[in-house]
């Protein structure tokens, strides 16, 4: 269970929304995952995370759209930060697993959070920090 904390939050409304969905989805991959009952669940767990990333892609064009918006300095920097991450992940190519399949989805899920909440906690609190100081 990945779990929200306070500490996530930017106080921007859209931005807050979309950060949480991203939680909503990796938690049902979590969940889905760990679930022992359901056989061949892979397909599904695979669908999710591809379900993740798009959801990813979408949140961090929307966050790049309001950084532009308030002429935030290190816009290019954040983009390429968005951009390394997606491509990462999406070379991972989850089809191609074959043994340890639980393992291997539960570190490409541990690897996305964490490098998620990181990136929220240092590089997202940095912009919004810049828009406060224009209120
Ligand atoms: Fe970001």
């Known amino acids: 269970m990945f779990e929200w904390k306070e500490e996530y939050e930017t106080k921007i409304e859209v931005i807050d929304t979309q950060h ?28 999710i995370i591809n379900r993740l990333l798009d959801y990813c892609e979408y949140h961090f064009s929307t966050e790049e759209e309001y950084q532009l918006s308030i002429g935030y300095k290190k816009f290019l920097s954040h983009k390429v930060q968005h951009e390394e991450f997606i491509k990462k992940l999406r070379d991972e ?23 998620i909440t990181g990136h929220i906690l240092a590089r997202d609190m940095d912009y919004v920090q810049y828009a406060r100081t224009l209120a």
């Open 20 to 47: 949480k969905e991203l939680f909503k989805i990796a938690n049902e991959s979590y969940a889905l995952l760990k679930n022992d009952i359901i056989l061949d669940k892979y397909d599904k767990v695979v669908e």
């Open 93 to 115: 190519n989850l089809k191609k697993m074959d043994e340890n399949q639980d393992e291997y989805l539960m570190n490409i899920l541990e690897f996305f959070m964490k490098w």
